[in-house]
């Protein structure tokens, strides 16, 4: 059921007590990107804790693919159908991120007012794919610094925080050896970049015309994926992290010194179940969904308006282009963030 904001958006006018309706991109059953529709659909329900974002910018993640073709590592279908829905989708609004300006919050809300530019990762509640986005005010949510656009802010958050998350489960610093497999793509064009950083040596796996990509984002070496084996390199690394799913650990190990870290940024069931006996193979293994925070989100930011770290954007789609968004994602090729432009201006 809708509801009327708390507090509205004294910005705009046109906006007060927000509306009830809104354009989303929903799909109510699983298929290829000619399942995603706009809609008008009610505005969600504002909660006391809650802030209404109006959406500026999203992103067409892999999540959202593989929500909306129900195409899961093997055997996590099962695991996951409580969650995302068994023969339907339970959540019809697909994103995990959004970007935006504060547009009205719930009376419990401290730290965030309307006016204020926010970007947000929603998480399993999905729904950043509509002009108005419920965000929990304690869940994964900052404000923008003035360095970024919004754009640029929301294209940081799904590869960002996985990589963030992720990395510090390894002990990277200068001088270790890390090598990441499908560099080129949202999560892997951050996790080059945030290992680079931290002073360690980075060797990107990625097909050939990525390779300037990555090597400008602070990669030393570059693997051609099509031409060459990954797991004969020649020398072994500390830390292989996996955005592809091609290197479980029977294969990660012949690239990884004893007793390096396996980071499974994706991992079918089996290779989940065996994470904790990764050990007898002299491989750290590390996967699952981990946690991730707000304050892990400003630091992302900072990095950003820092210079640090840079979003990497493919392509940016309208709104009203949302299925030829799926439809670029589907590709699997996509370089870094495929950005979904759900209003036109950009809030100052
Ligand atoms: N565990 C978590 O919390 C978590 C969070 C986010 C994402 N994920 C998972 O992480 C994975 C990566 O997500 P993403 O957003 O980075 O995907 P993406 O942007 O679609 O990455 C695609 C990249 O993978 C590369 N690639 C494809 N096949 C490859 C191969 N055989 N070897 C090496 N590279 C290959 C492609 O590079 P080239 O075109 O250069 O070959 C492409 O740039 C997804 O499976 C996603 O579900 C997990």
């Not at 073709?69 to 279908?77: E, I, S, V």
């Given at each position: 059921?809708?509801?009327?904001?708390h507090?509205?958006d004294p910005?705009?006018p046109?906006?007060?007590?927000?509306?009830?309706?809104m354009?989303?991109a929903?799909?109510?059953?699983?298929?290829g990107?000619?399942?995603?529709?706009?809609?008008?659909?009610?505005?969600?329900?504002l909660?006391?804790?809650?802030?209404?974002v109006?959406a500026y910018?999203?992103?067409?993640?892999?999540?959202?693919h593989?929500?909306r073709?129900?195409?899961?590592?093997?055997?996590?279908?099962a695991?996951a159908?409580?969650?995302?829905?068994?023969?339907?989708?339970?959540?019809?609004?697909?994103?995990?991120?959004?970007?935006?300006v504060v547009a009205?919050?719930?009376?419990?809300?401290?730290?965030f007012?309307?006016?204020?530019?926010v970007?947000?990762?929603?998480?399993?509640g999905?729904?950043?794919?509509a002009?108005l986005?419920?965000?929990?005010?304690?869940?994964v949510?900052?404000?923008?610094?003035?360095?970024?656009?919004?754009?640029?802010?929301?294209?940081?958050?799904?590869?960002?925080?996985?990589?963030?998350?992720?990395?510090?489960?390894?002990?990277?610093?200068?001088?270790?050896?890390?090598?990441?497999?499908?560099?080129?793509?949202?999560?892997?064009t951050?996790?080059?970049q945030?290992a680079?950083?931290?002073?360690?040596?980075?060797?990107?796996?990625?097909s050939?015309?990525?390779a300037?990509?990555?090597?400008?984002?602070?990669?030393?070496?570059?693997?051609?994926?099509l031409?060459?084996?990954?797991?004969?390199?020649?020398?072994?690394?500390?830390?292989?992290?996996?955005?592809?799913?091609?290197?479980p650990?029977?294969?990660?190990?012949?690239?990884?010194?004893?007793?390096?870290?396996?980071?499974?940024?994706?991992?079918?069931?089996?290779?989940?179940?065996g994470?904790?006996?990764?050990r007898l193979?002299?491989?750290?293994a590390?996967?699952?969904?981990?946690p991730?925070?707000?304050?892990?989100?400003?630091?992302?930011?900072r990095l950003?308006a820092?210079?640090?770290?840079?979003?990497?954007?493919?392509?940016?789609?309208?709104f009203e282009?949302?299925?030829?968004?799926?439809?670029?994602?589907?590709?699997?090729?996509?370089?870094?963030?495929v950005?979904?432009?759900?209003?036109?201006?950009?809030?100052?």
């Open positions: 059921m809708p509801t009327t904001p507090r509205s910005t705009n046109t906006a007060s007590g927000v509306g009830h309706r354009r989303a929903v799909y109510e059953r699983y298929g990107p000619e399942v995603v529709r706009l809609a008008d659909v009610p505005v969600p329900a909660g006391p804790g809650d802030l209404l109006r910018a999203s992103d067409v993640s892999v999540a959202d593989r929500l073709a129900r195409d899961l590592p093997r055997g996590m279908g695991l159908g409580p969650v995302v829905g068994f023969r339907h989708p339970r959540r019809q609004v697909l994103g995990m991120e959004v970007a935006g009205a919050t719930g009376p419990r809300v401290t730290g007012r309307p006016g204020d530019r970007v947000a990762a929603t998480g399993s999905f729904g950043g794919h002009e986005v419920r965000v929990p005010a304690s869940g949510v900052a404000h923008v610094p003035d360095a970024l656009r919004l754009d640029q802010a929301v294209a940081l958050v799904f590869g960002g925080l996985t990589a963030h998350k992720f990395l510090r489960r390894a002990d990277v610093r200068p001088g270790v050896e890390v090598l990441v497999n499908g560099a080129s793509g949202a999560v892997g951050m996790v080059v945030l680079a950083a931290s002073g360690a040596r980075v060797t990107a796996v990625c050939a015309p990525n300037d990509l990555v090597r400008s984002l602070g990669a030393t070496d570059v693997v051609d994926h031409t060459q084996d990954v797991t004969a390199l020649g020398r072994r690394v500390d830390v292989v992290v996996d955005c592809v799913g091609t290197l650990v029977a294969r990660a190990r012949r690239v990884l010194r004893r007793g390096g870290t396996l980071l499974l940024v994706v991992a079918d069931l089996a290779g989940t179940v994470t904790p006996f990764a193979r002299g491989v750290r590390v996967t699952g969904d981990l991730t925070s707000a304050a892990d989100l400003d630091e992302l930011l950003a820092e210079g640090a770290v840079r979003p990497v954007v493919d392509r940016t789609y309208a282009d949302v299925v030829e968004a799926h439809r670029y994602v589907d590709t699997g090729r996509k370089r870094g963030t950005v979904l432009r759900i209003r036109a201006e950009e809030q100052s």
